[in-house]
């Protein structure tokens, strides 16, 4: 069993995750981005579990019993490095999993994009055997991109929302402002109606089962734009216009890579 609240970015409220491992042993996971970490202290450890935005984790551990202290881990940054990009790029050199893109962890994604990025490699090995080539290992670096792709602009979608978040980089976020909004509301109406078809969905597209087209694709929105407030209706269907072409195109991407890999 796993139970997972997520966090308000509005008012800066903790996430929390609550789960088995095995042999009657929980683990219980705080997180908030950006550099506000919960404590290690168990006592204040136990006092943010009670402040999360629902008491349903501290409800369960109070009458569990504590086998270590809290822990703490910290990843100062998330970054992406498009080495694909570089002009002369040595023969025989290939960087793969956290040294060319990493994740925030509390999505558990890094060793799926790993599994991919080895299928690929894989992939152009045995390409490369029938048919060798010069400079082959760009290709490489070029296709794994493609899977790192939509991680990382999940992993922005959510971080970024919060207070001490920013984002550098010489590449656009595809339709990110819109994508953000329309989950909260998506979110919100599923939570509403206890519409556990939308949970599901929403849950395998942040695992990299589907892609993010099973919910934003124009039958799902127009469900959504339906049901929202008129404030959130506005908000929304200015923020589809406003970046429409580039979120298809990158929406086109990930069904490409879909497609071509193990996410499929």
């Not at 809290?70 to 025989?92: A, C, I, M, N, Q």
């Not at 962890?105 to 490369?128: D, H």
């Not at 990382?152 to 984002?167: F, I, M, S, T």
């Not at 402002?177 to 979110?187: C, E, G, H, M, S």
Request: a negative charge.
């Amino acid at each position: 069993m796993s139970l997972t609240l997520r966090g308000k970015p509005a008012n800066g409220a903790m996430g929390g995750v609550f789960s088995f491992i095995e042999n009657e042993v929980a683990e219980v996971l705080l997180y908030r981005p950006g550099g506000h970490y919960p404590p290690t202290n168990a006592e204040a450890f136990e006092r943010a579990v009670a402040g999360l935005p629902t008491s349903l984790i501290a409800d369960i551990v109070r009458d569990l019993e504590p086998i270590t202290a809290p822990k703490g881990f910290r990843v100062p940054e998330l970054y992406r490095r498009h080495y694909e990009r570089v002009t002369d790029w040595p023969s025989g050199l290939l960087v793969l999993g956290d040294a060319c893109c990493i994740y925030d962890p509390i999505f558990g994604q890094g060793m799926t994009v790993a599994v991919s990025e080895a299928e690929i490699l894989q992939s152009c090995l045995e390409e490369q055997r029938r048919n060798p080539r010069p400079h082959w290992e760009r290709k490489v670096l070029r296709d794994m991109q493609n899977v790192m792709e939509l991680a990382w602009w999940l992993n922005c979608a959510n971080d970024l929302q919060w207070e001490g978040v920013e984002y550098a980089g010489s590449d656009e976020l595809a339709g990110i402002r819109f994508a953000q909004r329309f989950l909260d509301v998506y979110l919100k109406q599923a939570m509403t109606e206890k519409d556990f078809k939308r949970f599901g969905l929403y849950w395998a597209v942040n695992t990299l089962s589907l892609s993010p087209r099973e919910i934003m694709n124009p039958d799902m929105i127009s469900s959504v734009l339906a049901q929202a407030t008129e404030e959130e209706k506005q908000r929304l269907t200015e923020l589809l216009e406003e970046g429409r072409e580039e979120l298809d195109a990158f929406l086109g991407r990930v069904d490409a890579c879909f497609a071509q890999s193990s996410l499929a």
